[in-house]
């Protein structure tokens, strides 16, 4: 069982930045290090739909077209916390922001191959 905590949202201008985190406990009979991580986010009346992913070790991360060269997500296994840094931010943006966890070791971007979710957090943009 991991539990995840997103925290780091909240409101900005557009242009400007965020850092999200997401904290993972409880990761007893598996390390932290063991989980690939995705962030995703959900708009009012919109789907959730996949942001950016990254794999076990770090060395490999994968974005949706819509925020690659502005985002970047990242990890510190000591910490047990993977983050995303949001730059350029657009109104479009605005959504709440999901931390994810699969106990593999390969990215994915679709939410169902992810077992652990976070409570959320949100994100909004003004123009």
């Not at 995840?4 to 990761?27: I, P, W």
């Not at 910490?79 to 995303?84: C, R």
């Not at 959504?95 to 939410?111: D, F, H, N, S």
Request: charged share 20%.
């Amino acid at each position: 069982q991991v539990q995840l905590v997103e925290s780091g949202g909240g409101l900005v201008q557009a242009g400007g930045s965020l850092r999200l985190s997401c904290a993972a406990s409880a990761v007893s009979g598996r390390t932290f290090s063991r989980y690939s991580m995705g962030w995703f986010r959900q708009a009012p009346g919109k789907e959730r739909e996949f942001v950016a992913a990254i794999r076990w070790t770090g060395s490999s991360t994968y974005y949706a077209d819509s925020v690659k060269s502005r985002f970047t997500i990242s990890r510190d296994n000591a910490k047990n916390t993977v983050y995303l840094q949001m730059h350029s931010l657009k109104p479009e943006d605005t959504a709440v922001y999901y931390c994810a966890a699969r106990p593999a070791l390969g990215i994915a971007t679709i939410a169902d191959e992810y077992d652990y979710w976070g409570q959320g957090t949100q994100v909004t943009v003004s123009s």
